[in-house]
């Protein structure tokens, strides 16, 4: 009996070292030396060959980016199911996309789920997998050769390969999922992107200290005698994958390097490169395969229509017109980037968000960072999907499948508190409107609809009343709703609200109104064009945060008094002017637009005349209104917090509120406002899936080559 425990011992431990082995090595095992390397995925000229079945064919890539987050979780959790991956896989498909991309290592559930997809599928959906640097790795090292950076870089790309081959279990990182990874998709997978935008700081460091280093060899990649040494580091990082995967499954793919405008191969005219600090190129060109890669290469680009602005002063570029005779520098650049390379051009990220916010303008044809509809948004992926393949590019990936509540945005961050992002829907914060999936409020429809139509109102009682007017208020996860009764078209209202009692003013100048009690904001609904949302100055977040940028002022020098008459436009900065203007043009302070201006229009997403920036819609007898929370000041609504006063704290902080008073009156006495509890919802929130009119947009571009109407 002793010898066969000691027996059963030994095979358990051969099965666990075994296991061991192959789940967590992440050096080189030749386990079939004499097997050839396979590949269905390879390059011709410009174009990119899969075989399907039938050899080698040209192959243009129509993907779709795809996140990890959804509402309630932020990406680091990974929460997405299988089940969710499957329903999504198969809508992807059926707009038209053939691939999608993902940026690092997903859960277990996308790959178990993508497995699941595929496996009797005869048109299977393909997969480039992405090799994630984080931003803290990059801007803490800057020299790319740091062995803290490289190391877990080269190591991060072995572990890559394992999981889509199925072989391997990893520990949790905030960056990647984690867990035992067995679903070996590697016969859908067309090949890896390698990297992120790299930082112009990182990639002018590398080469500048390391000027002196010998250009990379390598077995599958290697360096070329001109090739930097950023781009020599690229070349070892790319024999690092080829040299594993064909070693370890005897396979190879595609390759590529993630890029983007920042650090694109392109020498700008001395101005433009002054203006916008273009110091740092990377030129895949420099990086080249042996005959032992047969896979091939492509370079990769992230190249969106509003950035970078300096396409509008570079002389080259400026005058530039499509067949239409319309300016357009996107188009431009995409010519001068597909015309640098002989290898395919992939631009792997494009696109724009719906998004009641605006972080960025496009100044020639509109396709902004935000401030778009729905179907603004898939006319512009539309058009800048014909831009890409007019220019010859070999395929594109839009970017991005789900909208992503977690996310942030440079010009509302300071707004907001960041560890409370995914739990609440922020329209002002553009980042998180990329997607063509929409996650709207509530279970199965949203608490109201601005369209005109008041039956969700049915038994509201009113808050506040007055000259013939009332007032009601619901809320949700995006949205504070407003339901005043007795509103018309030609009469303009007036909606005082009190939010903090740290400031506020029982009196407005312009327009002249009186309240009741210290209101913070002020709406204005006075028809289609001329409706809006006013702050008083002193609870004014752009004032406080950025007057310095905006106007050369100190926001704390001179503040205005607490209880100020003074209500102002709502305002959001936008994108930043040159640092080193020329001579003849001085220094220009930093743009902003008027987000507190109403949209009138239809809101519900039913209806056939829908607008998704609607703000606002008259009905019978009756005007319905909707506001973004961050346009109140509030900076976590799933707990109901707002910000503090900006010059007691010098800055964002927040404060608790546990009610708001608002009222409604048209101006001819003083206004009275009544009382609304805010109870929060904690990360409790309520969510439906909703197809946005950009799918469908780019469905029909797809299917018949014309974008729909």
């Not at 993630?258 to 002054?274: F, K």
Request: aromatic residues 14%.
């Amino acid at each position: 009996m002793r010898k066969f425990l000691i027996l059963c011992a030994t095979a358990v431990l051969v099965l666990l070292a075994g296991n061991y082995l192959i789940y967590h090595t992440s050096y080189y095992i030749d386990w079939r030396p004499d097997e050839a390397i396979s590949s269905f995925t390879g390059t011709s000229g410009r174009e990119i060959l899969v075989d399907r079945g039938n050899g080698p064919a040209p192959f243009e890539i129509r993907g779709v980016d795809l996140g990890v987050g959804k509402p309630g979780h932020f990406a680091t959790e990974f929460a997405i199911t299988r089940e969710e991956y499957l329903r999504w896989f198969g809508q992807i498909q059926e707009m038209g996309a053939n691939t999608v991309r993902i940026y690092t290592i997903n859960s277990p559930a996308f790959y178990e789920a993508f497995l699941e997809y595929n496996q009797d599928n005869p048109d299977p959906l393909y997969l480039i997998q992405g090799l994630w640097v984080n931003d803290y790795s990059q801007n803490s090292h800057i020299d790319a050769y740091d062995p803290d950076f490289l190391d877990p870089l080269l190591e991060d790309a072995k572990r890559v390969v394992d999981v889509i081959h199925g072989r391997r279990n990893v520990s949790y990182d905030p960056n990647r999922g984690n867990g035992r990874y067995r679903y070996d998709v590697s016969k859908w997978v067309l090949g890896y992107i390698l990297g992120v935008e790299w930082e112009d700081l990182t990639v002018a460091f590398t080469d500048h200290m390391r000027e002196e280093s010998a250009p990379y060899r390598g077995t599958y990649f290697y360096a070329t005698d001109e090739a930097t040494p950023f781009e020599s580091m690229l070349a070892r990082l790319g024999d690092t994958v080829a040299a594993y995967e064909a070693g370890r499954y005897k396979q190879q793919r595609l390759i590529a390097f993630a890029n983007w405008p920042t650090t694109d191969p392109m020498s700008y005219d001395e101005e433009t490169s002054r203006l916008f600090l273009k110091f740092a190129e990377v030129d895949v060109e420099q990086v080249k395969t042996t005959e032992a890669f047969c896979s091939g290469q492509f370079a990769s680009y992230h190249v969106y229509p509003y950035y970078p602005d300096y396409l509008r002063h570079s002389p080259d570029l400026a005058g530039y017109l499509d067949e239409k005779g319309q300016s357009n520098t996107y188009r431009a650049y995409l010519k001068t980037l597909a015309g640098h390379h002989a290898m395919p051009v992939v631009i792997s990220e494009f696109g724009v968000p719906s998004s009641r916010g605006m972080a960025q303008v496009d100044y020639g044809r509109g396709y902004n960072q935000g401030d778009l509809s729905e179907r603004a948004q898939g006319e512009a992926i539309a058009a800048c999907y014909e831009d890409i393949m007019a220019a010859g590019c070999a395929g594109s990936v839009i970017f991005t499948w789900q909208d992503e509540w977690f996310k942030r945005t440079w010009n509302t961050m300071h707004a907001v508190d960041l560890t409370q992002t995914a739990y609440w829907s922020d329209y002002q914060t553009n980042e998180q409107y990329f997607g063509l999936l929409s996650f709207d409020p509530g279970r199965e429809r949203s608490v109201c609809y601005v369209d005109g139509d008041d039956e969700e109102w049915a038994g509201s009682a009113p808050v506040s009343a007055g000259e013939g007017l009332s007032l009601s208020v619901k809320y949700d996860e995006k949205y504070l709703y407003f339901l005043v009764r007795g509103a018309r078209e030609d009469r303009a209202v007036y909606l005082p609200i009190d939010t903090t009692q740290k400031t506020g003013s029982a009196v407005c100048a312009s327009p002249a109104l009186s309240f009741d009690r210290p209101a913070d904001f002020l709406v204005v609904l006075d028809g289609s064009g001329n409706s809006r949302v006013l702050v008083q100055e002193r609870y004014d977040c752009l004032r406080a945060m950025y007057l310095h940028q905006v106007k050369g002022l100190d926001s704390y020098e001179f503040p205005p008094a607490a209880d100020t008459p003074d209500f102002v436009p709502i305002r959001l900065i936008l994108q930043v002017s040159p640092l080193f203007p020329s001579v003849e043009q001085p220094k220009m302070n930093m743009p902003t637009y008027e987000t507190g201006k109403l949209v009138h229009g239809n809101g519900n997403p039913n209806s056939e005349d829908f607008l998704s920036l609607a703000d606002f819609c008259y009905g019978e007898g009756f005007v319905e209104l909707r506001l973004p929370w961050q346009l109140l000041n509030f900076s976590n609504p799933s707990d109901m917090e707002i910000h503090d006063d900006y010059y007691a704290h010098y800055g964002v902080e927040n404060l608790r509120l546990h009610s708001l008073w608002a009222g409604v009156g048209t101006g001819e006495g003083t206004i009275e406002l009544g009382e609304t509890p805010l109870r929060g919802w904690g990360n409790k929130v309520t969510y439906h899936e909703r197809l946005k009119d950009s799918y469908y947009i780019m469905q029909e571009m797809w299917a018949t080559g014309e974008a729909a109407s």
